[in-house]
Nanobody
Framework: QVQLVDSGGGVVQAGGSLRLSCAAS????????VGWFRQAPGKERDFVAT????????YYDASVKGRFTISRDNAKNTVYLQMNSLKPEDTAVYYC?????????????????WGQGTQVTVSS
C-alpha cells in the first residue's frame, strides 16, 4: 500500500512554469512506476508522463514532450513534474498515480494508487 499526495498546482500565465510534487508514504516510491495524468472539465483523463521503477526511464505524451519533465528523488520519496512553457490547454486537474508494473503505461487502468489531484490553471 502507498498513499500519494500531489501538490504544487496554481494559477500561472501562459509561458510560465510550475513544478508539481507527488509525495508518497506507506512504502518507498522506488518500488513503483509513477505516472502523471490530467483531466479537464468534460474531458477524459489523459496520460501526461511516466517514469519507470526499474530504470527511471521516462515517457511523455506528444502534447507535453519538450515542455514537461518527470523526475524522481527516491531519497525524498517524491516524484516531480516540471512544467515549462505552459499553455492554456494545459489547464486541468493533475493526478499522480503509482503502479507495481515494471514499466510505465499510458492507461490509467494500470495504476493502482492515486493522489487527490492538484489544479493547474493557465491564463492567457
Amino acid at each position: 500500500q502507498v498513499q500519494l499526495v500531489d501538490s504544487g498546482g496554481g494559477v500561472v500565465q501562459a509561458g510560465g512554469s510550475l513544478r508539481l510534487s507527488c509525495a508518497a508514504s506507506g512504502r518507498t516510491f522506488s518500488s513503483y512506476t509513477v505516472g502523471w495524468f490530467r483531466q479537464a472539465p468534460g474531458k477524459e483523463r489523459d496520460f501526461v508522463a511516466t517514469i519507470s521503477r526499474s530504470t527511471g526511464e521516462t515517457y511523455y505524451d506528444a502534447s507535453v514532450k519538450g515542455r514537461f519533465t518527470i523526475s524522481r528523488d527516491n531519497a525524498k520519496n517524491t516524484v516531480y513534474l516540471q512544467m515549462n512553457s505552459l499553455k492554456p490547454e494545459d489547464t486541468a486537474v493533475y493526478y499522480c498515480a503509482a503502479s507495481s508494473r515494471m514499466y510505465g503505461s499510458r492507461s490509467s487502468n494500470d495504476y493502482n494508487y492515486w493522489g487527490q489531484g492538484t489544479q493547474v490553471t493557465v491564463s492567457s
